[in-house]
């Protein structure tokens, strides 16, 4: 019923910037709250990995190979979670996927969605 559309990626040359949207529509049919939402990424030959993550109350956390380049935001109003990526370098290159961890209030049940990926490429 919830589905996360992103959309941001592209191509892009080092040092450069991107800014992801991952933008959230339909409805868990019940009442809930919003535990974190997410980027990870996934390059080629590797496992996916979190990049950075922003809690319900705003708390943010960052992979440390992109502390102080990436910025994790949402806007609630549009139900939508950004990443602003700046200074990027080639290892940044990956399908980065958005998450939201979802818990439904009425069984404290937790739901997991993801993206489809966007795909990012840095070159050099």
């Known amino acids: 019923q919830v589905q996360l559309v992103e959309s941001g990626g592209g191509l892009v040359q080092a040092g450069g910037s991107l800014r992801l949207s991952c933008a959230a529509s339909g409805s868990t049919g019940s009442g809930h709250i919003i535990n974190a939402m997410g980027w990870y990424r996934q390059a080629p030959g590797k496992q996916r990995e979190l990049v950075a993550v922003?809690?319900?109350?705003?708390?943010?956390n960052y992979a440390d190979s992109v502390k102080g380049r990436f910025t994790i935001s949402r806007d609630n109003a549009k139900n939508t979670v950004y990443l602003q990526m700046n200074s990027l370098r080639p290892e940044d290159t990956a399908v980065y996927y958005c998450?939201?961890?979802?818990?439904?209030?009425?069984?404290?049940?937790?739901?997991?969605?993801w993206g489809q990926g966007t795909q990012v490429t840095v070159s050099s």
């Open positions: 922003i809690s319900s109350g705003g708390t943010t």
């Open positions: 998450n939201w961890k979802i818990k439904i209030v009425v069984d404290l049940s937790l739901r997991d969605y």
